[in-house]
């Protein structure tokens, strides 16, 4: 079945640059997303891929897309103590309605 | 502003006692969809909804109901709740099915809903 999972916490210091790692199973996902949670708040769109690209870059962002390793990581460069959130990768399948299916969430903590 | 719009936004019940979320967004999007988020299991989806008057059920719909009469409310009813239906939830709506591949979600602010 569809899983998507990622590590649950990473801590890094102001001005770092911040790797958040995720890896899905399924094959045929379309589109692959970061959304970011801030405390007390919904989740809101970072940035989204799609599944025949391999890189996507936007001011800070850069997402990495490795199809054949079904990995997917989020660089936010010059982190700063704002970032502090939870981030959550998805992916989605065309075939499903497109229903996304949501990781854990990575808590991101930034240090001064 | 385009928003989605929840409420309640905190809500402690007891067992058993009906309770209705609303969910309403002003952005003219066909899908909607609600989410619950528990520590640990990150968000699942309960239900969907592809246009006024079509639902289906997402991972977890089990001790849920929703309804779709408009474009811009999707309620979710808790008919009986149970404490494993303590959690945050999440409504969203996006354009997906009106051109678009990807599905943009957008997110209201969450409703925090406890059953004792």
């Known amino acids: 079945g569809e899983d998507v999972e990622q590590s649950l916490f990473l801590s890094v210091r102001e001005g770092d640059s911040s790797v958040i790692n995720c890896t899905y199973t399924?094959?045929?996902?379309?589109?692959l997303y970061w959304y970011k949670q801030e405390p007390g708040a919904g989740l809101q769109l970072l940035t989204y891929?799609?599944?025949?690209?391999d890189m996507k870059q936007d001011q800070r962002l850069t997402v990495l897309l490795n199809k054949k390793d079904k990995h997917l990581s989020l660089r936010i460069a010059d982190t700063q103590t704002g970032d502090s959130a939870i981030y959550f990768c998805a992916e989605s399948i065309d075939n499903q309605g497109g229903k996304l299916i949501f990781g854990q969430g990575t808590e991101l903590s930034v240090k001064p | 502003e385009a928003q989605v719009t929840q409420n309640p936004r905190y809500l402690i019940t007891v067992t058993g006692k009906k309770l209705t979320v609303t969910c309403s967004q002003n952005?003219?999007?066909?899908?909607m969809s609600w989410y619950r988020q528990d520590p640990g299991l990150g968000l699942r989806q309960i239900y969907y909804?592809?246009?006024?008057?079509?639902?289906d059920k997402g991972d977890v719909p089990e001790g849920y109901k929703v309804s779709r009469k408009e474009k811009r409310n999707f309620p979710l009813i808790l008919e009986s709740p149970s404490p494993n239906q303590t959690s945050l939830y999440f409504c969203a709506s996006s354009p997906y099915g009106q051109g678009s591949g990807a599905n943009v979600l957008t997110f209201g602010a969450g409703s925090r809903l406890t059953v004792l």
């Open positions: 909804s592809m246009n006024v008057e079509v639902t």
């Open positions: 952005m003219n999007h066909e899908y």
């Open positions: 891929i799609f599944s025949n690209m």
């Open positions: 399924d094959s045929s996902s379309t589109y």
